[in-house]
């Protein structure tokens, strides 16, 4: 079965700063997709970014990148010139062909000004 | 585009009440997925559909949660009956095939109280 490990649950930055949260999973597929989703204190949860796994070059939007090591079972995602707008819960998430999805706990993140 | 569309928003219910969820996917999406949320922890799926049929209700309490996709579109979860344990967020979210993204589009929830 696939599982999805967040091992940060709360993390602090300053505004402007780089952060980087981490994501490891386990599968024994080979194709699947890996995702982070935010999730504001509204509470709607949006897609921030997807990466596939047959992919080797890492997925990037704008201040927002990752670090996938397939080999590793890692998937970072890093926010660079944080906002206070980035302020929310951040999931990683896992996807397989079958459309089974499952998320980590989360890791809950502050910008502070 | 309209989104996912949930309701109510909240509701509150003394254990053992009967309760309802509702939820609209996009249109033409026909994947749709119900979590349930605790709080501060991830969504945890309870059901998915393809079109009309449950194709993985394996983590539904099945002796008091059913679902129903009737026609292929809107969904309902019930609760009958409530216990306190279930007070958590309930998320519906929905995605197509066509895209192959394999991005969920998620309503905004419905947070169950129970008393």
């Known amino acids: 079965a696939q599982t999805v490990t967040q091992s940060q649950p709360e993390m602090s930055v300053q505004e402007a700063e780089t952060v980087t949260l981490s994501c490891t999973y386990d599968t024994s597929e080979s194709n699947y997709y890996l995702f982070w989703y935010k999730q504001p204190p509204s509470r709607q949860m949006i897609l921030v970014i997807r990466?596939?796994?047959?992919?080797?070059q890492n997925a990037t939007e704008n201040r927002f990148s990752v670090n996938f090591q397939k080999a590793a079972k890692s998937f970072s995602l890093k926010i660079s010139d944080s906002q206070l707008g980035d302020t929310a819960m951040y999931f990683c998430?896992?996807?397989?062909?079958?459309?089974?999805?499952?998320f980590g706990k989360g890791t809950r993140l502050h910008i502070l000004p | 585009e309209a989104g996912v569309v949930q309701s109510p928003r909240y509701k509150i219910i003394e254990k053992k009440q009967p309760v309802a969820f509702w939820c609209n996917p996009i249109?033409?999406?026909?994947?749709l997925y119900w979590y349930r949320q605790n709080l501060g922890q991830g969504p945890e799926l309870l059901i998915r559909?393809?079109?009309?049929?449950?194709?993985?209700d394996s983590q539904l309490p099945k002796d008091r949660f059913s679902a129903e996709r009737l026609k292929g579109v809107d969904s309902t979860l019930k609760i009958q009956p409530a216990e306190l344990g279930d007070s958590a967020v309930y998320l519906c979210?929905?995605?197509?095939?066509?895209?192959?993204?394999?991005?969920?589009?998620f309503g905004e929830g419905s947070r169950l109280t129970v008393l």
């Open positions: 249109s033409g999406h026909n994947t």
């Open positions: 998430a896992f996807s397989n062909r079958d459309d089974k999805i499952i």
């Open positions: 559909y393809e079109n009309e049929e449950a194709v993985d």
């Open positions: 990466q596939e796994a047959y992919k080797q």
């Open positions: 979210a929905s995605r197509t095939r066509q895209e192959n993204t394999g991005e969920l589009f």
